[in-house]
């Protein structure tokens, strides 16, 4: 009798085995498939020029284009390369540079400061001079404590959510 019950269960068990091994692997590729819509632009080189700075703050043009050309060496979706062998090219043209008061302290003294920063971004494929991304009032803002940091402080803040929001905007894009 014992003999019975335990056939019974195997073909019980190799019913439910077959029927949930395709389920399963259905299941695993329709959720564990990933796929990066940038490649369909054929883009996989950028290069990143310096930055103009047309705003009245020295030496921005400089720590933005390091910020950025950073947030996409570390993505490492897109290679970085010179101008002549990218497929394609990103202009940015630092607009304004803002820093006023955020906050106040109860005697009225300025306990924080916001930095903010407009750009007007280009990118456009090498050659066709087709533009991929293009964005004329991109901004993005920081605050910084003058009583335990400095002005650079802000901007650096500012820099790297700026780079990080270049980098999100224009691969999502896509």
């Known amino acids: 009798m014992s003999i019975i019950k335990s056939k019974g269960n195997e073909k019980l068990k190799s019913k439910y085995f077959y029927f949930f091994i395709p389920v399963l692997l259905l299941f695993l590729n329709s959720c564990c498939t990933y796929s990066f ?9 950028i290069s990143i020029p310096i930055f103009d ?6 030496g921005l043009e400089d720590t ?8 996409f060496i570390e993505d490492n979706r897109l290679k970085i ?23 106040y302290d109860e005697s ?26 293009k964005a004329n009032n991109f901004s993005e803002w920081a605050t910084y404590y003058p009583l335990t940091e400095v002005e650079e402080d802000g901007i650096d803040k500012v820099a790297k959510k700026f780079s990080e929001k270049i980098l999100r905007s224009i691969l999502e894009s896509w």
């Open 37 to 45: 819509s940038g490649i369909s632009t054929g883009i996989k080189s």
């Open 53 to 58: 700075n047309e705003s009245l703050k020295y």
């Open 64 to 71: 933005f284009t390091k910020a950025v050309t950073d947030a």
């Open 81 to 103: 390369v010179d101008e002549k062998t990218a497929d394609a090219i990103l202009f940015v043209t630092i607009n304004t540079f803002e820093r006023t008061p955020y906050s």
């Open 108 to 133: 009225e003294n300025v306990k924080e400061y916001k930095i903010k920063i407009t750009a007007k971004i280009n990118l456009q494929e090498s050659g066709t001079e087709e533009e991929v991304f």
